[in-house]
């Protein structure tokens, strides 16, 4: 058992030997850890992003010719058997690509589009406007749904949406960031 | 009643001694290290305080959470970090895409807060959104479309991990 011994206790004097008392510290440290443990959070939550910061209209003092518009993707989720992603150049419709809507269940209640994350991904790599590593805009991707779509629906789209990914350059680090940033339509 | 042969055994009884001494210090050491990883990680309050009746989504690609204001929607209500912030019915019973008052003037109050604490500092304008997988998208938009307006464009969803895809930084 621990102790401290000074030598001491000669010469008549008392002794200032003294013995710790472990155990009840070990067993207070057990204790702590018990309800730490306990107590613990284990969550492995993560966030999606989507943003309200959309391009905004024209600048009206440019002339219309010289302002360059960004492609945008427009994935319309309303229809029951099929996606819908509309590639437009403001409010021209470039080009209109059906996907099946085909639901794979995964653990528990969830469930993914992956024939709708490999359409986008191909899509973005042909159509897409940003694709530059040294370009740190992202394509604007806007999803349409119905007022009774379910947020886990919403959430399996936003998700196939951000699955294209591709690297960018800040200084001389790499990262890798969505090629698509995501808002909502307000019809 | 002194017991002799425990005694004698112990000591060895011309054999070598079985006494051992535990090494007591490495495993408090040990202890402690446990003690002051829990310590810091400890949250009273809780890190992420998820509502029980709040079913999550999930999905690959995420990216890490981060310190905003916590709007939920559980069942009808609305808080935000906790507090009650109004609740869905009026937009559940119109049906379609509104500007939650209450939620509204929170959201702005907290911003407007932000900025006479932090005069000069950047307001990010990140509100994370935690929202049951059942929820209709009309209330969805609606949270949405209130937050964007009160000065926080940048929505987040809080969902569960897949660890699927690559997770963002």
Known sequence: MAGIDTGGGHGGKRSVNQEIPLIPFIDFLLCLVSFLLMTAVWTQMSRINADARVPGPPDPDKELEEQKKDLTLHVEMRGEEKFQLVWKEGNTVRDTIDVPRKQVRLNGDDFSYPDLSQKITEQWGTTGSHRADSDLKRDQAVLHTDNTTKFEDIIAVIDSIYAPQRLIKLGGAEETISAFNVTFAVD | ?169
């Open chain 2, 1 to 169: 009643m002194p017991l002799a042969f425990v005694a004698k055994k112990v000591s060895g009884g011309g054999h070598k001694s079985v006494n051992h001494d535990i090494p007591l210090i490495p495993f408090i050491d040990f202890l402690l290290c446990i003690v002051l990883f829990l310590l810091a990680s400890f949250s009273a309050s809780g890190e992420l305080p998820i509502d029980k009746s709040v079913r999550l989504p999930s999905a690959d690609n995420v990216e890490d959470m981060t310190q905003a204001p916590m709007i939920a929607v559980a069942g009808q209500m609305i808080l935000v970090d906790g507090i009650p912030a109004g609740t869905t019915r009026p937009v559940k019973e119109a049906n379609r895409m509104q500007k939650l008052d209450e939620l509204f003037n929170i959201l702005k109050g907290r911003r407007e807060v932000f900025k006479q604490i932090n005069p000069g500092k950047d307001f990010h304008g990140i509100a994370v959104l935690q929202v049951d997988r059942e929820v209709e998208a009309v209330v969805v938009k609606s949270v949405f479309q209130t937050a964007a307006l009160a000065g926080y464009p940048n929505v987040s969803f809080m969902v569960k991990n897949r660890g699927g895809g690559k997770k963002r930084g």
